[in-house]
């Protein structure tokens, strides 16, 4: 009566499984909003129309404005290397060289003017930075709102925390000894540990790896923190992942589980079966 009644691990797979799929529908139908009202298309059509100008600049003048002020030049399909005197320069010193003289020699006048037609370089990074911090910011805004509805709204809707996967595969959540979780547990489990610290954690290092230039580093700590995610599944004794161990929740049986409103309960109906076993032994 007092027992906590598990789940199978397949059953509790399938469940996360069909949540997951939810999650990404819907997380997928808020950024597409979050894209309309920012009018993402149109900034990511500017940064690529940006970046056009420039790469057709590069490939029209660069050349020969670098061999005129004694620049090495150098392509590879789509990159090149830049150099002086065997050391390695930037595009940006090449055209503040060509920026510098005005393009008064003959040469260099063709590239100078379209230099000058050309959107600052500036005004080219902080649009794509603008791109990439609108990505961002619908790619986070979009779980949240995913994750309350899931997570959090259906669980109060269809009680005892669970889920529409939780729901199909007959399994919910309660504290270790029973007791019905709250909905402070829940709303710490939806938010502090699935969104803010599985999810939101792990998206910010794709982020950092993509953009951020870190590198090896966010696939190191992606990496610890699934491990740390199935060591605590399967070396707990309830299997409780980050979010339960957080809230203090574990994954039971809602057919066979006994559940108890209030601690309150638990306590009488402990006292209650006490008396019974005294009373029986008694008689």
């Known amino acids: 009566?007092?027992?906590?009644?598990?789940?199978g691990i397949v059953r509790r797979?399938?469940?996360?499984?069909?949540?997951?799929?939810?999650?990404?529908?819907?997380t997928t139908g808020f950024m597409f909003i979050l894209s309309l009202i920012c009018d993402y298309s149109a900034n990511e059509k500017l940064s690529n129309?940006?970046?056009g100008e420039w790469e057709e600049f590069r490939k029209t003048h660069v050349a020969t404005v670098a061999e005129y002020y004694g620049y090495d030049y150098q392509t590879t399909g789509?990159?090149?290397?830049?150099?002086k005197n065997g050391e390695k320069s930037s595009l940006d010193a090449l055209m503040k060289s060509l920026g510098d003289s005005k393009g008064e020699d003959v040469v260099t006048k063709p590239a100078y003017d379209a230099y000058m037609e050309l959107?600052?370089?500036?005004?080219v990074n902080w649009q794509y930075q603008y791109v990439y911090n609108l990505l961002f910011m619908m790619t986070s805004v979009g779980l949240l709102l995913a994750y309350v509805a899931l997570e959090f709204v259906m669980p109060l809707i269809f009680k005892n925390g669970q889920t529409v996967?939780?729901?199909?595969?007959?399994?919910?959540?309660?504290?270790?000894?029973?007791?019905?979780?709250?909905?402070?547990?829940?709303?710490?489990?939806?938010?502090?540990?699935?969104?803010?610290i599985e999810t939101?954690?792990?998206?910010?290092?794709?982020?950092?790896?993509?953009?951020?230039?870190?590198?090896?580093?966010a696939l190191i700590l992606l990496a610890a923190l699934a491990l740390l995610n199935i060591v605590l599944f399967?070396?707990?004794?309830?299997?409780?992942p980050i979010h339960d161990l957080i809230a203090g929740t574990v994954s039971a049986d809602m057919r066979t589980q006994m559940i108890f409103q209030t601690e309150d309960e638990l306590v009488e109906k402990k006292a209650l079966a006490h008396k019974e076993l005294v009373g029986q032994a008694n008689g």
């Open 13 to 26: 797979a399938s469940a996360a499984l069909l949540d997951v799929i939810l999650l990404v529908v819907l």
């Open 200 to 217: 939101m954690f792990p998206v910010l290092l794709v982020f950092l790896f993509i953009f951020g230039g870190i590198g090896v580093l």
């Open 165 to 196: 996967g939780k729901k199909v595969f007959g399994i919910c959540l309660v504290r270790p000894d029973c007791v019905k979780i709250t909905n402070l547990s829940l709303f710490a489990r939806t938010i502090l540990g699935k969104y803010a």
């Open 119 to 123: 959107p600052s370089a500036n005004k």
């Open 234 to 240: 399967f070396a707990t004794k309830n299997r409780t």
């Open 1 to 7: 009566m007092f027992e906590l009644r598990k789940t």
């Open 78 to 83: 789509n990159s090149y290397t830049i150099t």
């Open 49 to 51: 129309r940006y970046y």
